[in-house]
């Protein structure tokens, strides 16, 4: 009988708290410290393992920012002088690098950058009547998904996309 063994996936996350505090909302900062980052991201990476590469381990930053610092960052890189809820800046846009063997390298594989706009993402949760933690899930997911080549030009990638992202939330206990 063959033994079945379960890939084991690590993921270094570096969360990047530039929120400069703009918002009148003294709970903010509570609500997404107490975010299990690292917890979701790993579990959502074992789901996606399929759009992976190959690696022992993984990396990815994220950042919380302001409105006004999510601007400044639109405005340079996409060239729209306006805030936006995420950002997703991927490491891997070329081909997906090809294991040399099966022990891979023990390097941890660099995903991208995720940038999220506090702001904006209390003002979606509070116009969708659920929970900050509820928007920064669906917002870092959607990001994530950016990061592994995932996009949505169309009506049927989108659905596609969001149907993901709701999987991947209730993953961790969290209904949209």
């Excluded at 060239?79 to 997703?88: E, G, I, S």
């Excluded at 022990?103 to 509070?126: M, R």
């Excluded at 509820?134 to 996009?151: I, V």
């Amino acid at each position: 009988m063959e033994s079945l063994t379960q890939k084991t996936i690590s993921i270094e996350v570096y969360i990047e708290n530039t929120y400069d505090r703009v918002s009148s909302d003294n709970n903010l900062e509570q609500d997404y410290l107490s975010i299990p980052w690292s917890i979701w991201l790993q579990t959502w990476l074992g789901i996606l393992d399929k759009d992976l590469p190959p690696a022992n381990t993984y990396e990815l930053s994220l950042k919380l920012v302001s409105d006004r610092q999510m601007q400044t960052i639109n405005y340079q890189y996409r060239h729209q002088d306006k805030p936006t809820d995420v950002l997703a800046f991927a490491a891997l846009e070329a081909d997906l690098p090809k294991p040399k063997d099966a022990n891979y390298s023990l390097e941890p594989l660099y995903l991208g950058d995720l940038v999220i706009s506090l702001d904006t993402a209390a003002q979606q949760a509070q116009a969708q009547g659920h929970s900050l933690t509820t928007e920064l899930a669906w917002l870092s997911a959607h990001g994530l998904l950016h990061l592994l080549g995932w996009d949505h030009p169309d009506e049927s990638s989108l659905v596609k996309m969001l149907n993901c992202q709701t999987q991947l939330l209730s993953s961790v206990s969290i209904t949209t």
